[in-house]
């Protein structure tokens, strides 16, 4: 999955959803973005970085809905900012 976005505001927070299974590992990665993934209950799931890459991992807990919520890294934007969004298995 690769999606990308404008941040209007720097308040704004950008809400995508997804299938994932649990047990398998994922992999996430954004520009200009801070992301949080959320799991089927809502419960935050830990994204630990993988050095060198910028990317960030996961194994999902359990098989269901998530959702990452996206928020910019500057909270006082002047112009709009692009930002970008992937997700894949490991």
């Keep these: ?7 209007e505001l720097g308040s704004d927070v950008d ?3 997804f299938e994932l299974e649990a047990g398998r590992t994922y992999v996430v990665s954004g520009g200009r973005t801070t992301i ?3 799991d089927p209950h809502g419960a ?3 994204l630990p970085y993988e050095a060198g890459t910028g990317n960030q991992t996961f194994t999902a807990p359990s098989s269901g809905t998530y959702f990452a919520e996206l928020k ?19």
């Design 15 to 17: 809400v995508l959803s």
């Design 1 to 7: 999955m690769n999606v990308a976005g404008v941040f």
């Design 36 to 38: 949080r993934i959320l």
């Design 44 to 46: 935050q799931v830990p």
């Design 72 to 90: 910019s890294q500057q909270p006082f934007l002047t112009r709009e900012t692009a930002w970008s969004f992937s997700l894949r298995e490991q």
